[in-house]
């Protein structure tokens, strides 16, 4: 049995195996943007095992076999300028380019972003819009799961034996394909999202022939809308067709008040989003 501490594993299946000591249950931790401020709202006074993840080697941004692989470990800001990422996957630079602050950015990372799936995650919405999969270890084996099902799966199943995400596994955007990502703040800097509108979506001959909208804040998960699918695939967007699946992707929501913003202002901020993500299809 582990002994309360810190400990810094280089190697992913010596962390896998102390992650998974029932016993201790010990918290993996990477950046510990979330982690931290968690312990400090509740003034813990167990005194936790963390596993740093840090030293796994799990920050590389690299392509293989057509996918572009981001560790769960790579910091926001190294995703934000990594050229690869802003020439093939351009929506999640724009995302994690907008996320907290550059201070914040330089040590939080996807990963704990994925894991953490507050409400308001930037990268959760920008994932799921790009359709990724999730590659996790585990003192099982490795395992893929898509964005989706990661997160409506309860954390104990999805990261059982000692589950680490090792990274996230991303189709570039191809020559057919454009994309778009909106994000409402309260202010520039440091400020979560009020609501995001992302898109993936394929245009051919003027016509939209794929399109994947994702609507963030609006329930615990960023939700692609089926409304958005059906009425755009097929069709020229124009202004009357963008407005008609602004208010019909409003019916697939249900907009909840909290401190930043109220039910209505969501409602009403979110069709406007949505108008502004599909113009950009022209
Ligand atoms: C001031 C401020 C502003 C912020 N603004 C935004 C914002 O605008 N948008 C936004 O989306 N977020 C925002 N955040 C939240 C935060 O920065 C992100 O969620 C961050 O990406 C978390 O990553 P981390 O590495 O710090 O995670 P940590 O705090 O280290 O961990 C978070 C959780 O993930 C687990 N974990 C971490 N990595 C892994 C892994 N690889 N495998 C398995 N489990 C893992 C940990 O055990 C923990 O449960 C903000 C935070 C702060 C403090």
Not at 170 to 195: F, H, M, N, Y
Request: contains cysteine.
């Amino acid at each position: 049995m582990l002994n309360p501490g810190f400990f810094a594993p280089a190697d992913l299946n010596q962390a896998c195996s102390l992650l998974a000591d029932e016993a201790i249950q010990p918290l993996a931790i990477a950046g510990g943007t979330d982690l931290m401020v968690r312990f400090n709202r509740h003034r813990r006074r167990r005194q936790e095992t963390l596993v740093y993840l840090g030293k796994l080697g799990l920050d590389y941004i690299r392509e293989e076999n057509g996918k572009v692989l981001v560790g769960a470990c790579a910091p926001l800001n190294e995703i934000a300028a990594s050229p690869l990422i802003i020439e093939k996957l351009p929506l999640l630079a724009k995302a994690c380019g907008e996320m907290a602050s550059p201070a914040v950015r330089n040590a939080a990372t996807l990963g704990g972003n994925v894991v953490n799936n507050a409400r308001h995650a930037d990268g959760v919405a920008a994932l799921t819009a790009l359709n990724a999969a999730v590659v996790i270890a585990s003192t099982g084996g490795e395992r893929t799961m898509a964005m989706n099902a990661f997160t409506g799966a309860p954390k104990k199943e999805k990261l059982s034996g000692g589950g680490i995400i090792k990274h996230f596994a991303i189709t570039s955007l191809g020559p057919d394909e454009t994309w778009a990502w909106e994000k409402l703040r309260q202010r520039k800097g440091e400020s979560r999202s009020v609501v995001s509108v992302s898109m993936r979506a394929g245009m051919q001959g003027g016509k939209c022939t794929a399109m994947r909208l994702v609507i963030g804040c609006m329930a615990p998960n960023p939700f692609v809308s089926k409304a958005a699918a059906e009425l755009m695939v097929g069709y020229e967007p124009g202004t009357a067709l963008n407005k008609k699946v602004a208010l019909k992707v409003l019916e697939e929501c249900t907009p909840a008040s909290d401190a930043r913003a109220s039910a209505w202002y969501r409602e009403k901020v979110t069709a406007v989003l949505i108008e502004r993500v599909l113009s950009q299809l022209n």
